[in-house]
């Protein structure tokens, strides 16, 4: 009895320095999980740190961030209008683009002395007073610069054209584009009380007859401005 008694007891003694390690050793683990945890925060917050300092740099690097395209087309430049005859009157401004050098024009950049003005690009459907597609635009350009240059002269609207066929139609056909002519400048704002409109056939051909581009040049709508 006394054998087993003092087995026990030292069963007992074993089995309480085994608790007492297993108690030390879960303690050093959880030390060691604690430190280790400590160890991954500081990494992840180092990293959370870095994300954001790169983050700033961007915000604020685009913020500063120039526009990226051509200077030229940020800042274009205005670019003066071509005058091609050398009149001094730019060509969008220029009813009489052809001005001999020299020349002294007037507002409209015709030729002080004149009283017509050829209305360039402005034609008409094949026997019709019909206006062409770009008759029309360049009629809408004729009207804003007589608006500007001589907001309340008087002229006469005249059409013209060639020699061929019936001289009696081509009277009737010349009224009648020339009566187009101020209707749609009326539309255009052109006072109708300063415009006149007349036919003159064939008259007054400023090109030869005989041949289709002198026909074409005296197919043709002038302004003849009035005292």
Sequence with gaps: LKAAQEKA???????????????????????QELEAGKVKTAELEQKLAALQAEL?????SKEQQVPVGNPQEQ?????????SDGDGAVDPEDLCPD???????????CPEASKSIVLSGVNFALGTANLTEEAQKSLTATAALLKQAVPNKKFEIAGYTDNS????????VSGRRAEAVRKFLSG???KRELMVSKGYGSA??????????????NRR????LLD
Excluded: C, F, W, Y
């Design 9 to 31: 007891a030292a069963l007992e003694a074993e089995l309480k320095t085994a608790q007492e390690k297993l108690a030390q050793t879960q303690q050093q683990q959880q030390v």
């Design 75 to 83: 800042n274009p430049v205005q670019q003066q209008p071509a005058d």
């Design 204 to 217: 007054n051909p400023v090109a030869d007859n005989s041949t289709e581009e002198g026909r074409a040049k």
């Design 99 to 109: 001005t001999p050098a020299g020349t002294a024009v007037n507002k409209m950049g």
């Design 56 to 60: 700033d740099t961007l915000r604020n």
């Design 165 to 172: 066929g019936n001289p009696e139609r081509n009277q009737l």
């Design 188 to 190: 255009q704002g052109i």
């Design 221 to 224: 709508v002038e302004l003849h």
